[in-house]
């Protein structure tokens, strides 16, 4: 058991690749918001990749080891220590029985994982242990980490002293800017010309009113070719109103003229239109970017999108760890 | 001794609860941030008067690791 | 408009959007649903899963196993394989739901909005107006005077939309710009020419009129309708809303709390879109009742 003593801003279980199969009952996947450092962590204890761990949000928790173990935190660098000692990240270590984990206040990136070997224990729900806590379903009890619960472990033995190739983990921004992929479609033909170049050529500075359910970006106007007008009444009567549709996991959902990309624990259909939908393999970018940074788009291909996913899949391998 | 107490968390500074010149003690709440629609209070590591405020009850957007307030 | 042929469109790179049309047309749910169903039942290991709204599904798919073109090309042939929706008949559960029409709890909600977003009309009596009714009595009677189809789930888990199946309750309505940031749990709202009910207490953007005491939610599975999963509806089942007071609405909720609160289902009918087509021909549509 790992006793929780601190519980962190949000912290909370969850597995990869989150709740599948439930996308037409409206469940969200869930999951963790930056996969590349979640499977990394999952691997350099010998975890299968998927395996349940903790995703720390903006402050990580404070947890105490009833039993020994071998851990790993990978991902945003919350500084943390052991019984007060500075531990690395992106490597295995031991924890001895008794012995407590602080993780503090986000210095860069925004999201931390901590994985630990044999994996996180808690009965998976609807086939998964990822935690989507606004419906308070699965994790722990249904919700975030809350200080004096204890989350049950699968112990097993982990190999202390491996780590992550620095080539093969995801580098953060050093300058509050962000490169984000996007794939234009399913509503970009909504969208007329002038419109489509303001979006891939402007500033989008990510919202303070940004949470795991969606991520709201400021930035200019959006404007419409004829089918945002020309369309039955049915459909409403904003030009990015449309009969409600399933969104796409990372679409960019256009509320009126507010753009908000759809995330890992966000509504799977609604009356919205979607002009661009980020791929799975720019997720990490998002999880890992804080509210003020600014994100610029660019347009690729499907065949595009789908070869970034797999080069970061190959990343997340035995092959990436010494 | 005197205490600078930096913003923990990127976000909106929801509420300042001090001004210059009110005295505090270790554990009083100074000021609330919020991120993700979750409050984040900050409090004060020591006693003391507060001598500077550097935040503002509205303000949007704010980085972490900034000085918010000093105590002396 | 019904398409000739499905529009495919890409969603990053996993997903596939197929729209069957552009109206709110009961065929093109049918579709939607029967192509969900034929995808399910061809086990093809390719597609993970799949999402019927009401005009479209949403695909979600392997791109280790399948490409978009190759998917497109096996959807297009399960389309057409499916046939005329007019053949369709399906099993249709009725559910009748007590529901308090210009409710205080939406009321509430609308009026925090005013003050906190930006001023608004309160929601029944700006739908009236906008469907030139003469106010929200009559709205009343117009959207509580039909039964509604389920034609998906989604948006929150569990949240039902649904199309009024009588074309003389037929109302549009905007939605909210921007959104609400929540919205009482139970409530009865409506966007574009859908409506909704919201299982918990969510942010929305449709205009909302009502409340219902009814759980459609239930992660503890107290009521024997949840035995099978915590989402009290399919797609293929009706609601019909029937008006009540604000006392009726607390006993309810009463019962309901206690545990004693029986679900009032109708579960012996088939859905026939053949003998629905048919009725459809003998109103008169235009007309309000």
Known sequence: MIDVIIAGLETSVQDYPGRIGFWNQGFPPSGPFDSWSFRLANLLVGNAVGAAGLECQYMGPTLRFAEAAVIAVTGADMTPTLDGTPVPLWQSIPVTAGQVLKMGPAKSGTRAYVAIAGGIDTAPWLGSRSTFHKAGVGGLSGSALKKDSRIPVAYTAGTPGRSVKPECRPAFSTTKQWQIEVVPGPDDDWIDAAGQERFLTSDWKLSGKSDRTGFRLDGPQWTFTSKAYDKRPENGSEPSNIIDHGYPLGAINLAGQTPIILVSDGPSMGGFINPYTVPSAAFWKLGQSRPGDIYRFKAVSVDEAQALRRQQDALCSEASIV | MSERVETQVPGNMWKVLVKAGDIVKAGDTLFIMEVMKTEVPHVAGIDGTVTDVRITEGEEGLEAGIVAVVIA | ?289
Not at chain 3, 275 to 288: E, S
């Open chain 3, 1 to 289: 408009m019904i398409y000739e042929k499905p529009v495919f469109k890409p969603g990053g790179d996993r997903y596939m959007l197929i729209e069957l049309g552009d109206e709110l047309n009961l065929a093109l749910n049918f579709t939607a649903n029967g192509l969900a169903d034929a995808i399910t039942q061809s086990r093809m290991k390719a597609v993970v899963e799949s999402a019927p709204c009401f005009a479209s599904l949403l695909v979600h798919y392997d791109p280790d196993l399948i490409g978009f073109a190759d998917l497109k090309r096996e959807m297009l042939t399960m389309i057409d394989a499916l046939g005329p929706s007019d053949d369709i008949e399906l099993p249709s559960r009725l559910f009748y739901f007590p529901t308090c029409y210009l409710d205080p709890w939406t009321k509430a909600c609308v009026e925090d909005y005013s003050a906190k977003i930006t001023p608004k009309t309160w929601d029944p009596a700006y739908v009236a107006e906008i469907n030139g009714l003469s106010g929200p009595a009559q709205f009343v009677r117009v959207h509580s005077g039909t039964e509604y189809w389920v034609a998906s789930l989604g948006f929150w888990p569990g949240l039902p939309f649904l199309m009024p199946l009588d074309p003389r309750s037929r109302l549009t309505a905007p939605k909210y710009n921007p959104p609400r940031t929540w919205t009482p749990q139970g409530t009865v709202g409506m966007g574009g020419a859908a409506s909704a009910i919201y299982p918990v207490a969510t942010p929305g953007g449709y205009q909302i009129f009502a409340r219902t005491p009814v759980p459609i939610w239930d992660t503890e599975r107290r009521f024997p309708e949840f035995e099978r999963s915590i989402c009290l509806f399919k797609p293929g089942d009706r609601i019909k809303f029937v008006p009540c007071s604000v006392e009726e609405f607390n006993e309810v909720e009463a019962e309901v709390a206690a545990g004693t609160y029986v679900y009032n289902v109708v579960g012996y009918q088939k859905f026939s879109v053949r003998q629905y087509k048919d009725w459809l021909a003998t109103i008169d549509a235009g007309k309000r009742l």
